[in-house]
């Protein structure tokens, strides 16, 4: 069965689709089957793998107002694994979405049918806590925090832990923090250290070792169209998106590797 993985951060500008876009391609580089949700109205994912957001678009919306099934609506990427695209259309599920029963549900429900198709499922969630993000949290297992190193970043991620907090009380027990990954570092600056050193204070191993840098190709890939592991794949943008793929991995085996022995530990199993 798939891991279902929500990319989110209530606050813009941190680097979530391009965390989104190329942590699927580095996933599928290294062999895992990988979907990719757009659940963002501004359509940058869709765009990002090379898909043109056009209206006649068999998009995320269609899925959750009940019109369209994941199947019929996952589009093949030039880069090894699928997406399921959205454009601006998607801004009107929030209205859509007030009338329908189980409207919190929408997401998880549809993606119970393909979720043993895929390795990972992952979500480029809306920069906002509004009925797509909430329909992403519900569906999904864990959820990855990108941010900046910053002062602002910090009350951001207040904010953010409180919100997952209320989902996983009301809506979805079983939402954990997959990890909070450091975007757009840049090691010279005192308070992007001081800030990184508080995270990890905090946070401990649920802070990724893999940091992801300031780098211009990270920002001119998805103008091509492109990843950037397949626009420059020897950059430091696209090493450290790698990096992170394996990181995950190894933290997903480690933790398998935990519950069998826990098992075995209880004579449960083989």
């Known amino acids: 069965m798939a891991r279902i993985l929500a990319v989110t951060n209530q606050k ?3 680097g979530k689709t391009t965390t989104a876009v190329n942590l699927a391609a580095c996933l599928a580089e290294v062999g895992q089957r ?4 757009d659940l963002d109205p501004q359509g940058n994912a869709t765009t990002g793998c090379g898909v043109v957001k056009s209206e006649a678009l068999s998009t995320v919306y269609q899925i959750l107002i009940g019109r369209s099934t994941m199947r019929s609506a996952c589009l093949r990427t030039a880069f090894g694994f699928d997406l399921m695209p959205a454009n601006r259309e998607l801004a009107g599920a929030e209205i859509d979405l007030i009338d329908l029963g189980q409207r919190e549900y929408r997401l998880r429900d549809a993606l119970a049918d393909i979720r043993g198709d895929f390795d990972f499922i992952i979500m480029d969630c809306p920069p906002a806590l509004n009925l797509l993000t909430v329909n ?4 999904a297992d864990t959820v990855m925090i990108p941010m900046q190193c910053e002062y602002y970043a910090l009350e951001g ?5 409180a919100t997952l907090k ?9 939402l954990e923090i997959e990890g909070l990954l450091r975007t757009m570092y840049d090691p010279r600056s005192t308070l992007t250290l001081q800030v990184s050193r508080e995270l990890e204070g905090h946070f ?6 893999t940091i992801i840098p300031r780098n211009v ?3 001119e890939a998805p103008s091509y169209g492109k990843p950037v592991i397949a626009f420059d794949r020897g950059s430091k943008g696209a090493q450290a998106y790698l990096l ?13 590797g935990a519950v069998t022995a826990a098992l075995a530990g209880a004579g449960v199993g083989p």
């Open 217 to 219: 190709r990270l920002a």
């Open 12 to 14: 813009g500008g941190v």
């Open 204 to 209: 401990g191993p649920k802070v990724y070792r």
């Open 244 to 256: 992170l793929a394996r990181e995950i991995l190894d933290r997903q085996a480690g933790s398998v």
């Open 157 to 161: 991620l207040t904010d953010l832990v």
């Open 34 to 37: 990988v979907l990719l949700i």
């Open 136 to 139: 992403g949290l519900v569906a």
């Open 166 to 174: 209320k989902v996983r009380a009301k809506l979805n027990p079983v």
